[in-house]
């Protein structure tokens, strides 16, 4: 092996930037060269890229975003732009790709693979932390901070105001950050995909006015999940209001991707670069770089997306049982 690509693909998350780090400084140990490419899968097919050397890397370590620049691709969907994107892979002589993402990405791979003669290896990389197969994703304990900054700052206005607050975080799907930022922020309710598909206002509204029978007027704070409510938490509080339940609506949005990596991010992110350049030397394939129980591992790619990670049940239970005291 002499030549390693390398992409970081759909939503950006904080710690891209350290997981890169990690990676050229390893490969550079092994002797190899890497290519990095732009805009995610794009810089493959549009041939948009740039050697990585530690040189490169150096002093990124702390910074959010990605020196790459992410997006999502399209052609990536279509024959034509897989057998383009293979063909570019083979005219650059690369070796391998390592690609640092989410699911969709990882997709992305598993479509490549039939036409590519290289290696394949995955780095999980999103704010969303739902990826089986890695406890954590690279992004996801910056983003939870960077919630939590938020929804501590709504508390002390909903405190001085008495006031229900509906605040709405990321996770596309999933209720991993939804739950996280609820739990760590104290939040009386958590609305999330993992809990229930459709919502019942009514119940809704009753929890609200059980709070207040127990502690009198007080604020409330209810984290929910995008894509839980057709129109967002704009929308359910304009539904609630109607129902006597007055509330205001907060959505956090792309402020949970930036930022600088919290100390969490860089360590995970350093320790799968490294482990993902040091497992391609040694012949892996197709497989995923993550992190179960503070150890490196590997895992099927294939298998990342089937959703069997769950959020933490435990403590989700406990959270319903005694909000409203
Ligand atoms: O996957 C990361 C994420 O930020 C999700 O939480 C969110 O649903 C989505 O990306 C937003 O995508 P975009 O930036 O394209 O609007």
């Given at each position: ?50 050697t990585?050397s ?62 590519y ?19 954590f ?69 009753e ?13 409330y ?22 129902r ?26 350093t320790?799968?670069g ?52």
């Amino acid at each position: 092996m002499k030549r390693i690509g390398v992409l970081t693909s759909g939503g950006d998350a904080p710690g891209m930037n350290a997981c890169l780090r990690a990676l050229v400084l390893t490969a550079h140990a092994n002797e190899l060269e890497v290519i990095g490419f732009q805009r995610g899968f794009n810089g493959v097919i549009d041939q948009e890229y740039q050697t990585l050397s530690p040189y490169h890397v150096s002093g990124i370590i702390q910074d959010g975003g990605t020196l790459l620049k992410s997006a999502r691709c399209p052609a990536m969907l279509t024959e034509e732009g897989l057998k383009q994107a293979a063909e570019n892979l083979h005219d650059l002589e690369l070796d391998a790709l390592l690609v640092i993402g989410g699911d969709g990405s990882f997709r992305g791979c598993l479509e490549l693979a039939p036409y590519y003669q290289g290696k394949l290896l995955g780095i999980p990389g999103t704010i969303d932390n739902d990826v089986d197969g890695s406890d954590f994703s690279i992004g996801f304990a910056t983003a939870l901070d960077t919630a939590l900054d938020a929804i501590d700052k709504i508390r002390d206005t909903a405190d001085a105001f008495e006031r229900i607050f509906l605040v709405e975080v990321m996770g596309r799907h999933t209720g991993y950050l939804a739950v996280a930022a609820g739990i760590a922020a104290g939040a009386e309710q958590i609305i999330c995909p993992e809990l229930a598909s459709e919502l019942d206002l009514d119940k809704i509204a009753e929890h609200v006015e059980q709070a207040r029978k127990h502690r009198g007027n007080c604020s409330y704070i209810i984290v929910i999940a995008e894509t839980m409510y057709p129109g967002g938490a704009s929308a359910l509080a304009a539904d609630l209001e109607q129902r006597g339940i007055e509330c205001r609506a907060s959505i956090l949005g792309h402020i949970q991707r930036g930022g600088r990596p919290v100390g969490a991010d860089r360590i995970l992110a350093t320790k799968l670069g490294a482990f993902a350049v040091e497992q391609l030397v040694q012949g892996a394939h197709l497989m995923m770089a993550g992190e179960i129980n503070g150890k490196a591992g590997l895992y099927p790619l294939a298998l990342t997306g089937d959703k069997k990670k769950q959020v933490d049940s435990y403590l989700l239970r406990w959270q319903q049982q005694v909000a409203q005291y």
